[in-house]
């Protein structure tokens, strides 16, 4: 039986001594150690010291450092500036890499070449243009931790088998990279059943994912579906839901029954529009029909705030007695809105739904069905949306 030597014994007791007075440091620190007893410490307390005044530079804070102190058993060298230095190389400022450690600090046990890297080849293997990893990243950094065969390959699979193009991934995933975490059981696949269910074709919906991938991260059952039944409760009809969602998605996501309450005391005080015509102006009909694919970069006028952008500028056009349709009205940032207002000319090039400041709610009648040759593309979708221009 081996004989235990006074060296082994020694060493275990200097670990313990050593053991103590790191904490202790920590301690005094404002830092709480207790997750750290399971972990294996530096042998002295200076290399400690380093650990944290390292972290330190970055702009970690003690309150940083209780949010997660198994970063304090990272290795300056072996750990934290390998990562840091890859973080760099792929897009990530200096002056960000704090921000970052913060939002994520489990990157810094990560390894650069088993981990970090094959990430960062699936990105790009999904056309996010390599300028455009570290703005992800930032964005989302949480990425670096899934499984390449997981729920960002199932994501990615069941959004294409929808119709959303391969080479749309990668602007999808630079504009709102969360989809890549999302279940598809349990989150996307319900989402475009619903959209489904409420008569917009799956190529839409995936047209409109490509478009505005955000809106996968509405909550069906908080928002959406309230929403909806919102849209119905001010007198949109159901066969005209698909053509409103078509039209701005956004007005799943918003607080739309506040948002349209003041609308239409607005529209029915200022502008003399009758719940009806209210209804009618949310379904935004116009004068030629289109296939609804054409509808999807439609402007989102509901989305607009009433006291914030529609109300000032509605005033000030009326002042001046200027004629405008809603896109020029609503659509265009505030100084090319005050631009156009001196130019005394509001109107933008295309026709659209407008406002005419002081006149009641007029609904020309006339229709106009939409030529084979206009859906030549249309195959698929055979659902011609037909609207007439509201008057205001």
Known sequence: MPSVTWGVIQGKKEKLVNRVIICDYLKSLGIIPDELESLELPSTVQVMKERVEFLQRLGLTVD??????????????????????????????????????????????????????????????????????????????????????????????????????????????????????MRVGTVIKPFVDYMVSLGLPKKIVARML?????????????????????????????EALASVIAQYPQILGVPLKAKLSSQQYFFGLKLKVDPEGFAQVIEKKSEMGRPIKELVDFPEYFTYGLESRIKPRYQLAKSKGIRCSLDSLLNCSDQMFEERLQDGCLESETVGPSFDMGGKLQLPGRYEIVSESDEEDESDNETVLYRRTVSL
């Open 210 to 238: 490509e478009k505005r991938a955000y809106i996968l991260g509405y909550n069906l059952e908080e928002t959406m579906k309230p929403n909806v039944d919102c849209l119905i409760s001010f007198g949109v009809r159901k």
């Open 64 to 181: 940083d450092f209780n949010e997660y102190p198994l970063m304090l058993g990272c290795s300056v060298r072996k750990n934290i500036i390998p990562v840091l230095g890859y973080l760099e190389k792929i897009g990530i400022s200096r002056s960000k890499l704090g921000e970052f450690v913060k939002s994520y600090p489990q990157v810094l046990h990560m390894s650069v070449v088993v981990e970090l890297m094959p990430v960062v080849k699936f990105l790009r293997g999904l056309d996010v243009e390599k300028q455009d990893i570290g703005f992800v990243l930032q964005k989302y950094p949480e990425l670096l931790g899934f499984k390449l065969e997981g729920t960002m390959s199932t994501s990615v699979a069941f959004l294409v088998s929808i119709g959303v193009s391969p080479r749309d991934i990668g602007p999808m995933v630079t504009q709102y990279p969360y989809f890549l975490g």
